[in-house]
């Protein structure tokens, strides 16, 4: 039909946003949608033909805004019913392991922020793309924001997304120094809940209920395991 035709165009236009530059870690997170979007050529129409239109054309809007944050759609699609309510313990457990250290919370609500940033940026591209008279396409992309929004803090768990990447850069860049015990005992303590975390991560596909509460027991055990207390001559002493 004309109004699938139409749907398969205009998504076919947008392409994938870049991730944000960030600021100092730019370059290490992800680029910037820095490019002015043209408008591009719409025909103004009523409503989609079918409800089948539609989820097309919000799907289409969801998938570039979360290529945003490095997330694949899939793995959006596959939280939900039980796999969701064990997503948001998950979420739980992680923020309880993150608050029991400070140096770790702090640089991981500073990715938050960036990641927050890239998908402010990617849906501002995309408004960009439509012209004010394509009210029905506004309103879908405003309805796909609206739900990644909602859904936040489940969303920052997702395979490769911005919470992963970051624990897995914090432990490759301490792990030399981890394995000479060259670590004061505060970095010790960073890397040690780090891994934790990281390790919980990897290998999860977070897939289903049961996958998410592996993850949640992940996240719980990081937090509870014992210190390694670093010495002058190197040694650790767990």
């Known amino acids: 039909t004309l109004a699938r035709i139409r749907a398969r165009t205009l998504m076919a236009d947008y392409g994938r946003p870049r991730l944000a530059a960030g600021q100092a870690q730019g370059e290490r997170f992800g680029g910037s949608i820095t490019q002015q979007a043209k408008a591009i050529e719409h025909r103004p ?77 990617a849906y501002t591209a995309l408004k960009g793309k439509l012209r004010p008279q394509a009210s029905w396409d506004l309103q879908m992309l405003d309805d796909a924001y609206q739900e990644l929004d909602q859904h936040w803090a489940v969303l920052m768990l997702l395979p490769h997304g911005p919470y992963e990447s970051v624990l897995r850069d914090l432990t490759d860049s301490l792990e030399a120094d981890a394995g000479a015990g060259r670590l004061s005992n505060e970095q010790q303590s960073l890397y040690d809940i780090a891994r934790g975390l990281a390790e919980a991560f990897h290998g999860n596909a977070r897939s289903d209920e049961a996958s998410w509460r592996r993850l949640s027991a992940g996240f719980t055990a990081a937090q509870h395991a014992e210190p390694r207390i670093a010495f002058d001559d190197g040694r650790t002493l767990n």
């Open 45 to 121: 129409a009523a409503v989609p033909a079918d409800d089948a239109t539609t989820t097309e054309i919000r799907g289409g809007f969801i998938t570039q805004l979360l290529a945003a944050l490095n997330i694949k759609s899939e793995a959006w699609e596959r939280v939900s019913g039980n796999a969701h309510v064990a997503a948001i313990a998950a979420n739980e457990a992680f923020n309880r392991a993150r608050r029991s250290n400070a140096s770790l919370d702090v640089l991981l609500r500073k990715r938050e922020d960036e990641a927050r940033l890239s998908l402010d940026e």
